[in-house]
């Protein structure tokens, strides 16, 4: 497939979307200004960070100094899976990390995609989806995949098809869906891109799904990825 700046590929069936994160600067213990979860001492938080601490939990990477003190996102000395999954919520956009480590509100490319969605199902008179928090984890970790392993398919080289990575993770289903897209920047206009390819747009309205994950990725070229996950279980 000829790529050209906004692509959408044909669906299967279900929707999953994936947020960017950011955090605030924290004084670090030494009192110089450091970056809260920035593990890669980039100056930025973004899949490098998340990747890195995954690593750092399954033992095949060290954190010493800096990184340790960074990669600490509840600020109690430790740095575990608390900590890990508190990133993986900042990568989804469910919360925004300030100095201390506490999180707070932040409004989400997910839930904003989920208003559209159900803004297009109730006009079709379809049920509204629930966002799920499960589903948003899966879609980010394939747009993740989609750009750590260069491609753009519905079968990922390392979750298999969107079936597979479902049973892969113990997500029971019985419809699953995939959309995919890549080069729209905001959330309207990837859901306007969606909605006007028939493959997609019948993905959104199918009466079958209840939830939704939602996820957004950005290559390091600044090109946004994007996977909705749809699912019944």
């Known amino acids: 497939m000829k790529r050209t700046k906004k692509v959408l590929l044909p669906t299967l069936a279900a929707l999953l979307l994936l947020s960017a994160c950011f955090a605030a600067l924290p004084a670090g213990a030494s009192g110089e200004p450091t970056l809260l979860g920035d593990v890669s001492l980039d100056g930025t938080v ?75 199902r109730a006009a079709d008179g379809k049920a509204a989806l629930t966002l799920s928090d499960r589903l948003c984890e899966l879609a980010l970790l394939k747009a993740q995949d989609m750009i ?27 419809a699953v869906g995939e959309n995919i897209a890549y ?31 939602v996820a957004k990725a950005v290559a390091p070229n600044g090109r946004c990825y994007w996977v909705q996950i749809f699912r019944h279980p």
Not at 107 to 113: G, I, L, M, Q
Request: glycine share 10%.
């Open 46 to 120: 973004d899949s490098a960070d998340y990747l890195l601490l995954k690593r750092a939990m399954l033992g095949t990477f060290t954190l010493d100094g800096m990184r340790r003190q960074n990669a600490d996102l509840t600020q109690d000395g430790t740095v575990d899976s608390t900590d890990y999954l508190l990133l993986k919520r900042v990568m989804l956009g469910t919360f925004t990390l300030t100095g201390g480590g506490q999180s707070a509100p932040a409004k989400t490319d997910a839930e904003e995609v989920l208003r559209l969605v159900n803004e297009n």
């Open 148 to 174: 750590l392993n260069d491609y753009f398919d519905h079968v990922s080289p390392t979750y298999g098809s969107p079936g597979d990575m479902l049973e892969r993770f113990g997500v029971p289903y019985t």
């Open 183 to 213: 080069g729209f920047v905001t959330p309207a206009d990837v859901m306007d891109g969606w909605m006007n390819s028939p493959g997609h747009r019948a993905n959104i309205l199918d009466a079958h799904f209840t939830e939704l994950g």
